[in-house]
């Protein structure tokens, strides 16, 4: 029987479901095992040192699958520990096989969504203070102006099921004025954490309606599908049943309740004791 050699897509917690909902819509036919670290999210307030140390475990964890291949679907664990695990790590630990972030798909392609020239950024603190995306972006659009707001509040309401909460407006209100403040002709807005995209019309509510909104889950999807096409001796190892594994570090009860919402579908996770 043929062993199962699937597409890790990892996250601190729920977020990564949005972006494995649009890998999985274009890429039907792969397999895929999901891991959410839910028992240590959220990541975004954690040290570097922390989040590279529980990202890595995590990786090891994917390799023990099988997995040939892992998505780091979490803006916070690319943009900290993806780096040096590509470098440090994956040449001692499995040197065929690729660790893949996602911040620099998006940085390929953010310029050209924007008319003006003013990018803004929405993220976790742990995300803007990497400055990963402000480096990332000029590498491609040098021309181009970003400028960061962190909103350490929203991955916990979200987490927490809070998005349609009233009380919710007042954080989602407050962090778009403090990145309007800095530039009030930015017209182009990342949502750059996989979570933010429940709080999308929230979000739109009180943006102004000339900046356009920007979330990830077809950006990495298509890119995805493009590095897959290009790397043919890594596609060849990837199983293709269309089969699908949830795991969490987590209750799996609190879990499958919670994912729905990222989802969009039932999930039946399996507790991860110990990565």
């Given at each position: 029987m043929q062993a199962n050699h699937p597409?890790?897509?990892?996250?601190?917690?729920?977020?990564?479901?949005?972006?494995?909902?649009?890998?999985?819509?274009?890429?039907p036919d792969y397999d895929y095992i999901y891991l959410g670290d839910n028992a240590r999210a959220p990541y975004g307030s954690?040290?570097?040192?922390?989040?590279?140390?529980?990202?890595?475990?995590?990786?090891?964890?994917f390799f023990k699958q099988g997995c040939p291949l892992v998505i780091l679907a979490c803006n916070t664990a690319s943009a900290k520990a993806?780096?040096?695990?590509?470098?440090?790590?994956?040449?001692?630990?499995?040197?065929?096989n690729r660790v893949l972030g996602i911040v620099r798909p998006t940085s390929e392609v953010i310029g050209d969504m924007s008319e003006g020239g003013n990018i803004g950024i929405?993220?976790?603190?742990g995300t803007v203070e990497s400055e990963s995306y402000l480096l990332e972006i000029e590498k491609f659009f040098p021309e181009v102006s970003v400028f960061q707001q962190?909103?350490?509040?929203?991955?916990?309401?979200?987490?927490y099921g809070e998005q349609d909460n009233p009380g919710?407006?007042?954080?989602?209100?407050?962090?778009?004025?403090?990145?309007?403040?800095?530039?009030p002709r930015i017209d182009t807005v990342l949502l750059a954490c996989t979570h933010y995209p429940?709080?999308?019309?929230?979000?739109?509510?009180?943006?102004?309606?000339?900046?356009?909104?920007?979330?990830?889950?077809?950006?990495?999807?298509?890119?995805?599908a493009d590095y897959l096409l290009r790397h043919s001796e890594l596609t060849e190892r990837i199983t293709r049943e269309g089969q699908m594994d949830f795991y969490t570090t987590e209750r799996a009860t609190t879990f499958n309740r919670q994912?729905?919402?990222?989802?969009?579908?039932?999930?039946?996770?399996t507790q991860v004791h110990k990565l």
């Open positions: 597409i890790g897509i990892f996250d601190s917690g729920y977020g990564g479901l949005t972006i494995l909902r649009q890998i999985r819509s274009m890429l954690r040290s570097f040192e922390t989040i590279y140390e529980y990202t890595l475990e995590a990786v090891k964890w993806l780096r040096t695990i590509q470098q440090k790590d994956l040449p001692g630990l499995a040197p065929d929405l993220a976790t603190q962190a909103c350490p509040i929203w991955v916990p309401l979200v987490e919710t407006d007042y954080f989602v209100r407050k962090y778009i004025d403090l990145l309007l403040k800095k530039e429940l709080l999308l019309e929230k979000i739109k509510e009180y943006m102004p309606v000339d900046i356009q909104v920007i979330t990830q889950g077809q950006i990495v999807a298509d890119s995805l994912a729905e919402r990222f989802f969009g579908t039932e999930v039946g996770a």
